[in-house]
């Protein structure tokens, strides 16, 4: 069974641009929720969706913004990037039924220089 | 809010020492309980869960047992190895559509 399968691993974007991370999560699984994860703050919990509407959100500024798809793929999306933004992005799916009970993709390491 | 407090890494020890991570939670209600490892490299993986007070968890040779009197999910493994080397997060969920509270990470080196 594959598991979680986030693209692109590593990206470098500059102060300014836009950023659009893809998550697929594992077969069945219709919960998808984002976390980012940074050496100071730890892992912060971003949004989380469920059958393509958001349940709950995090607090982060609206540049922060997501989506899933009818076939519970995820994308996130971050406007207006800041240096402040850099960090590995890490989403996590779940089977309803299973609350905390997270598995994790391998992440999306994002540089803003 | 919640929140939970693990004890600060990174923490060294030989092969087959015995392994203790504190952590301890504040929250709402009744929350499950959580330990995640993060492999180098790696996205998170659950270790093990506790869902109720006095609950134990076990996987790998690791355990935590649920402590509500003192607000306590303690990791404990009497042999570590090599392998065992990664950042171990305790966690806790109290609702709010998976939306996990996760300590700060406690970095475990095992040397041979």
């Known amino acids: 069974k594959a598991g979680v399968t986030q693209t692109p691993r590593y990206l470098i974007k500059t102060r300014g641009q836009q950023v659009t991370l893809s998550c697929s999560p594992i077969s069945g699984h219709r919960s998808v929720s984002w976390y980012q994860q940074t050496p100071g703050q730890g892992l912060q919990f971003l949004f989380e969706y469920f059958s393509e509407t958001q349940r709950n959100k995090g607090n982060f500024p609206g540049r922060f913004s997501g989506r899933q798809f009818s076939n519970s793929r995820s994308e996130m999306n971050v406007s207006t990037l800041e240096l402040g933004d850099s960090a590995l992005y890490l989403c996590?799916?779940?089977?309803?039924?299973?609350?905390?009970?997270?598995?994790f993709g391998e992440g999306s390491r994002l540089t803003v220089l | 809010g919640d929140s939970v407090t693990q004890m600060e890494g990174p923490v060294t020890l030989s092969e087959e020492a015995f392994l203790t991570i504190n952590c301890t939670y504040t929250?709402?209600?009744?929350?499950?309980l959580f330990w995640y490892v993060q492999y180098p490299g790696e996205g998170l993986q659950l270790l093990l869960k506790a869902t109720k007070a006095d609950d134990k968890g076990s996987n790998k040779g690791f355990e935590a047992t649920y402590r509500k009197e003192t607000t306590s999910f303690h990791l404990e493994k009497g042999s570590v190895q090599v392998s065992d080397s990664a950042v171990y997060f305790c966690a806790l969920y109290s609702g709010g559509y998976q939306k996990v509270t996760f300590g700060t990470g406690t970095k475990l080196q095992v040397i041979p």
């Open positions: 929250a709402t209600g009744y929350p499950s």
């Open positions: 996590a799916s779940s089977l309803e039924g299973g609350p905390g009970e997270l598995f």
